[in-house]
């Protein structure tokens, strides 16, 4: 259901317009006039109203706003779907009571460095490795990724560790050689809207892990998630990785209310990335103590071994050590909430 | 020290100009010409060049930019005083390890509904009691307060408990009635960059919590922080409540980072207000729990017998039954991290 | 009429509670039912629902919202006059066709500067003096005016140019000094929600100039005018100074499509400083011909004869030859607008 | 030449570790204490040390910040080319004194509108031809564009009116369509850092319309700028359409100061879109003018026969009338500034 408020001096003809308008797409409405306004109410099943035709109403004579009653997104919806949904990865399942942590470098650089890292996290109790192969870098000048190299490098510190893969597509031609290796497929902040890419994603049988854009709403958001969805990949994971705001004493606002409000609104996991959320390293545990309180499925936790020659956002970069020690930390937290890590 | 960045193109006049023009402010500089760029770093006490000079100098011809090195709040660093500042309110340490809960209602409606909520809260183990007198509403037709009459109730709510109160100042000619009764004065968001209200609170001995401005950044907050200490007054706490960005979600998007980074940058207590930050009652409480994780010294929460009767801010508001579900689950998190409630 | 969207899953029981509710507070309601929602359409004047009442709806069990229809501010509003408000300050009419440009430098510095930048500025077209003596700075060590002795030299400078005086006021407490001296009494924008001061320049008989807030919406920006004229005093005129985003090329992003919105939503002049809202002088002229071609009633804009001195903002003034430049070059594109300046 | 400013307290050990690890860069350094900090000038072309290796400067112990003083774009860079550059598409030169208007719907819906259309903005004046065969929308449920169909819809607009084409691209793959129908490549907001589609269109001979993200600051954008100039493509354009902010008034905020500040840092053409930047049909012609007044090269806007009937973004779409209004209404603004149209 939907409202379409009038102008105040809107003419009978063009109310009639209006009606016919709606009619002729199958809707219902009912018209009451009150004392300041005249407004319309649209009955019948308006989430087939697709938002270039609620425009198309908007930019109608006499039309001062329509107001969308109804979410845009369905099968994300905790409407749809009552039951948090709980994704399994080779056993590992995100979205029940255990808090999962992904950890690793934010790129791969080369094998001895990956096996050492791996190594590492999984002593300090991760339960699934992170790094990209193919990395989104604002400058052309700077680290590409390894490519299918990197892949393999990842894949050879699953076999040692155990630990499954997450690693991050940024083109739809690169879908077979990642669905190949990657145990879920991550779709960066910049790519939240690459909505060619969201489409084929969204038909492959892998675990998605999603990133809010930079400046997303939270229904923006959950429209990419459903986009995926709607391929028929259900398997979808939100993670919030921070906000941009004016504020540059770090470098994005980690947005954690963004964890209870997914919660009400969705059944999908919510995973928190606070070390791109706030771009420091000393920053990082205080912020991931935070992620677990207010209720994270999981936490993504940037690790290195040697922070100042990282290839890659060394300044985030947790050393081995420190996230040992975050580890041992998070573990009374999650307890305190009702949660295992 | 500050550094000057010259423009590719400057003239060795230009260069002797600015250098003169340093010297007149006593300060000395060496002038290192590199391969595309030539800086002029400046030496001295830089601390004492006011904004207006350096942006004098910004207006110079030849000048590209100027980078200021030093932060241009003193009393209110780190730097300044190692050790975190502790501020006793009869008896009540904020700053140290116990986290103290500030908690009631927005506005303080009548006499009988604030002894009510008082007992209440300070039943449930609230330290602290808060309601507004004087409140600053967007619309001029909103109830603005009950004035001295609400601070009288405030008073007979704190005699009964022994609870202290916490209320805002809105005009610098309430300070007289304001002092009378209140333990620790509210600086409200929207008057962060009141300025003479931060002179006249600088110049009472009594603890300001000085809530963050709706867009301000960390460090305008320290320079509002710096105006009040300029004047003598040294017991000031730093509230996060939230800030403006594109989300509409919550009303506010609370910045829990900004608990480490003023924890690096001041040895103020920072107290984190999770009410005011989502501004919806049923998200209260996770944000409680994370902001007690990520290190708050703090915590303010809305409390109302009857949210739906409230006349402010009701949508926003913990029921005593929520407030006290709430003390309880907050204990184990702020134990988690080696504090207590 | 306001909306108010019921929850999927409401009891009978607690939507009979939200209608009595309704109609404790003299308003009519109807109820209708969709397949995926129910609604109630509250009649009846809505504009006297305050802010809190509002909010305490959305506390009532069964709600999900509240779609507010009317617009929250009603003297400001162009519904409640449809002519456009013309402001005549001694003869200069803002809000007619004549684009009015009020020049001067940012802060009052001594006699000398003044007298000689006023004599500038009324050389090359300007209709109207500014200057500070109250300056709101971030830090507490800046220069922060020169009070009463300020305003002497502004008096000055009218009367040897003849030029009224546009000037800020801080304080509800320096009302009468200000009125004394002032033809137009502007409010900054970290005043805009000032609430005590707005009511103070409410109640006397002199035009004032309203900032945006840094960060406010242009409906509370209205909503602060209509704390101005619930006093008394319809002469306002709004001016857009910039908002903060996360772009730092330019100290703040200009809005100008503020201008057009304004002109829709309410029959107040609009000014724009393009001084500020960029703060960089060689950015000052281009913006100022887009304010003008976007509809703007005035613009403000800083001069100063000697920008590397100044005490305030030396970085975004412009020396007399080039404002002299720029008034050539508006003049025609006011023409080209329909206006003249 | 970067600066590096170290902590208060750093040990002359790690001072030595820095200069180390700057000389295995090829770097040299020049060390200056200052009475409150030590800052390490580094000398040689830094423009080659790229962001992740200026992270791991920042991430080793004792550097509490690294201050770039040089940009990390070159090819886009004034400094780089200092003329403009004019960029010919069969004849019609963007980036020259005359002003030109690329006007067209949103999507390119069937070929009897689409003529129709093409027709009506060629007669009113438009230069150029826009209309979208791969739409970007935000949910999956919506039109998504005609593909190849449109564009054959649009190369027969082209047939019969003689205008150039500019239609958008949002995937790798359709690489080989598009440059055969288009004539301008459009890379839209949301994939302004798909970085491989940047790099993909760098490769072709075409002229690209780089749209600025949503909340892309204006550096970012001309490093999007340099990712496709790196591949050997030149002809790059940039197009503001406006920034995501709080401001809800508007669909985005069309930020103007762009245009100026972008003359400033480069040589490449500069488009405003108004009627993205505000999304209401209403408000674009006042900001079409202003996009005119400050110095835009170009205009893209939205022309549809049937807004209410358009199949996307109706709402903000022309009438052919009004646009043949508009059109009469900008040739005196850009006269006025020394531009025709």
New interface residues.
């Given amino acids: ?1 939907d ?1 379409i ?1 009038l102008k ?1 001096d809107t003419s009978e003809y063009d109310v009639r317009h209006i009606l016919k ?1 709606l009619e002729s797409k199958g809707l219902k409405a ?1 018209v ?1 006039s ?4 005249t ?1 319309i ?1 649209v ?3 308006t ?2 109203v ?3 035709e609620e ?6 004579t006499g039309v001062e706003n329509v ?1 969308r ?2 979410k ?2 369905k099968l994300a919806s905790r ?1 749809f779907k009552k039951e948090d949904t709980e994704i399994d990865v080779k056993g590992n399942v995100i979205g029940g009571k255990k808090i999962h942590v992904i950890a690793g470098p934010c790129a791969v650089e080369n094998k001895t460095i990956m096996m050492h890292i791996a190594e590492e996290v999984k002593r300090a109790g991760a339960t699934f490795l992170r790094g990209g192969a193919y990395k ?9 990724g390894l490519g299918e190299e990197g892949l393999k490098y990842l894949s050879a510190a699953r076999e040692k560790t155990g630990l499954p893969i997450v690693t991050e597509i ?4 690169d879908l077979d050689v990642i669905t190949k290796y990657a145990d879920v497929i991550q779709i960066g902040a ?2 939240m ?4 890419l ?2 084929e994603v969204g038909k492959v049988d892998k675990p998605v892990l999603l990133k809010r854009g ?2 997303a ?4 958001w959950l ?1 990419s998630a ?2 995926i969805m ?2 028929g990949n259900q398997k979808v994971m939100l993670c919030e990785r921070g ?8 470098r994005n ?9 997914l919660k ?2 969705t059944h999908l996991p919510v995973v928190v990335d606070p070390s791109h ?2 771009g420091k ?3 990082v545990a ?2 991931a ?7 994270a499925d999981a936490l993504i936790i940037e690790v290195h071994t040697n ?11 947790l050393k081995p050590d420190l996230f040992m020690k975050l580890m041992k ?1 998070l573990a ?2 999650a ?3 009702g949660r295992e890590i």
């Fill in positions: 259901m409202i408020v105040p308008k009912t009451s009150g004392t300041e306004r407004i109410g009955i019948g099943d989430s087939k697709t938002e270039e425009d198309a109403i908007r930019a109608m107001v009653i109804l845009p997104y409407e989104p870098r604002t400058s052309p000048y700077s680290f590409q940024m083109d739809p031609r910049r790519n809207q690459n909505f060619r969201l489409l930079l400046s709403t939270i229904k923006e429209m459903e986009y709607s391929q906000i941009r705001t004016f504020e540059t004493a770090t606002t980690l947005d954690l209310s963004a964890v209870p409000v009400r609104l959320g706030v390293w000393d920053l205080p912020m103590k935070a992620a677990v309180a207010v209720g922070p100042a020659e990282a290839l890659s956002d060394g300044e985030q970069s930390e009374p937290v307890e305190a909430v």
